[in-house]
């Protein structure tokens, strides 16, 4: 069965420090990637997804197959990045379902 | 922000009460959702659509029950609520693209059964 582990409830850290929200995944196929963000009383949204291969407000993420792993990265986080992350898996082939990690919250202290 | 709304924002039921959440959308897509929001599950899929009258389970259907009679409106029923279904309750939506799937949130809705 598809699954996506996002390790961290909680990942506090302090402005300007690097920032790495874990994501692995067991898929047997070619899945699809993505992370989606909640800020505080704004909608789940879209911020990356592993096909682009863009950056958006500093975030990078990258598809390792080997280690079936999809971090998101930031070199340098800012207290607006605070909110909560979701790694979310789409399986190959015609289905239009993600399945969503358990999410990873990020505070970053002033 | 996608034309997506969901009603009520807010309900407060008793146990064994039916429940009716409401997902509208403008957009005309074909694909909508229902997913609840738990600590600790995260999100998890309740049912899906893929066109009028075209509806199937998701990993946590039991309990729920959901109705697309046309493109923009898609009802998620809970026959008798339960307090295992105190949850916060998201409707998305997407269309079909050519390789990936974006998937647009609704505010969601509050629910809790006494």
């Known amino acids: 069965a598809q699954r996506v582990t996002q390790p961290e409830k909680l990942l506090s850290v302090f402005k300007g420090a690097p920032v790495e929200l874990k994501c692995n995944y067991s898929y047997s196929g070619s899945p699809e990637l993505f992370w989606y963000v909640q800020y505080s009383r704004q909608r789940l949204q879209l911020l990356l997804r592993?096909?682009s291969r863009e950056s958006i407000k500093g975030f990078t993420a990258d598809l390792n197959k080997g280690e079936t792993s999809f971090h998101l990265k930031k070199p340098f986080a800012q207290e607006e990045d605070s909110a909560m992350y979701y790694c979310a898996l789409r399986r190959d082939g015609a289905t239009n379902k993600l399945i969503f990690g358990t999410g990873t919250l990020l505070a970053v202290q002033p | 922000d996608a034309g997506i709304t969901q009603s009520p924002r807010h309900k407060v039921t008793e146990t064994g009460t039916p429940v009716t959440l409401r997902c509208h959308q403008t957009?005309?897509?074909?694909?909508m959702y229902w997913y609840r929001q738990d600590p600790g599950h995260g999100l998890r899929l309740i049912h899906y659509s893929y066109g009028v009258k075209d509806t199937d389970k998701g990993e946590v259907s039991d309990g729920y029950s959901v109705s697309r009679s046309k493109t923009e409106d898609f009802l998620l029923t809970l026959e008798s609520a339960t307090s295992s279904q105190t949850s916060v309750y998201f409707c998305a939506i997407s269309s079909p693209g050519q390789g990936e799937v974006t998937l647009h949130f609704g505010n969601g809705t509050r629910l809790t059964v006494t």
């Open positions: 592993h096909i």
């Open positions: 957009e005309n897509h074909r694909y």
